[in-house]
């Protein structure tokens, strides 16, 4: 296995960064980077660790190109290299993190999601009414890898806020069964991208037939909430699981937002052909700003979302009609 970190690699241009994998070796795994500069989304950090740990139960010897790059302090900061047992050749004095980061951590318990929780609050420079949406759909998302991923290693998270553009990105990825795997049960999707179009879809859940879930913890409405508050705030949101990438695209500045219960009526890009990835990969960028009423935005949220159950509800018991 090998990747390559370009200078760049954000959420808008991450497809190129994912076609480039090479999995031809899998006794392998090879890092290395632009020469000069490497700038990452968080999700990027995640996606190596997740894969170096996964590599490594499996005995693969884990390569990483000594860096050049003068930004290879950010990666040790961010604690890749100490996560994945791997000497960075570098000596620095740790800064207070919060407010401005949350390095890498492996989340396998409820216990250690608490704990990341809580580092994300200061992350959110928001005031507590307005935390709460983005406390429920990290905890939703990094729940649904802790109860249906089967993944040994856990959820892989890190996040970082961005003061200049007031925005918090953050990944969330792990190597366990994927998306396709969880909803064979109930939903039989034929490839990787309609999974993932049945996941996006509020009130679709893998541990259940029934539309909107059995109670509220297993709703099916985690991914949907996270892809609304992404597309409300005009910012980028993407998942990658087995073959397929779904990625919602900026809504422009000038278009009114209408929030979609089907997540194919948004403006997206998509692939279905790209290297495997065993397990999910989820990313979002998200701003800040006040101008965007997190109560409104929810009641919104939940309107659509019902409504989204009961489409389904009409779609299972439509009853053929004979002439």
């Known amino acids: 296995m090998k990747i390559h970190l370009s200078n760049s690699i954000w959420i808008g241009n991450i497809d190129p960064f994912i076609r480039s994998f090479d999995t031809s070796n899998e006794k392998v795994f090879e890092i290395t980077s632009h020469k000069r500069w490497v700038s990452v989304h968080p999700v990027i950090l995640c996606m190596i ?10 005995r693969a010897k884990i390569s990483f190109e000594k860096m050049e790059a003068t930004s290879k302090h950010y990666f040790h900061r961010m604690g890749l290299f100490e996560l994945l047992k791997l000497d960075s050749e570098m000596k620095i004095k740790p800064h207070e993190s919060a407010g401005r980061f949350i390095p890498i951590q492996q989340i396998k318990n409820s216990d250690e999601l608490g704990n990341f929780i809580k580092d994300m609050i200061p992350l959110l420079h928001l005031e507590p009414k307005k935390v709460e949406p983005i406390k429920y759909i990290m905890s939703e998302l990094i729940n649904n890898v802790l109860e249906h991923a089967v993944a040994p290693n856990g959820a892989i998270v890190c996040a970082q806020y961005y003061k200049k553009s ?25 490839n990787d991208l309609e999974a993932i179009k049945f996941a996006l879809t509020p009130g679709v859940t893998g541990t259940t037939k029934r539309i909107g879930g059995g109670s509220e913890m297993n709703a099916g409405a985690g991914l ?47 692939d279905d052909n790209l290297p495997f990835w065993k397990g999910t990969v989820v990313a979002i960028d998200l701003c800040l700003d006040d101008n965007i009423d997190f109560k409104e935005l929810l009641t919104a949220i939940k309107k659509v979302y019902g409504d989204g159950k009961k489409n389904l509800i009409k779609e299972r018991y439509k009853k053929p009609r004979f002439i």
Request: charged letters at 25%; zero cysteines.
């Open 224 to 270: 949907f909430f996270i892809k609304s508050l992404a597309k409300t705030s005009r910012d980028f949101f993407m998942i990658y699981t087995g073959r397929a990438m779904y990625k919602l695209l900026k809504n422009p500045k000038n278009k009114q937002i209408k929030l979609m219960a089907d997540p194919l009526k948004d403006h997206y890009s998509s």
């Open 166 to 190: 007031n925005t918090i990105r953050m990944g969330v990825v792990d190597t366990g069964v994927g998306i396709k795997d969880t909803l064979q049960k109930f939903y039989h999707p034929k």
């Open 49 to 58: 660790s997740a894969l170096g740990l996964f590599m490594r139960k499996h």
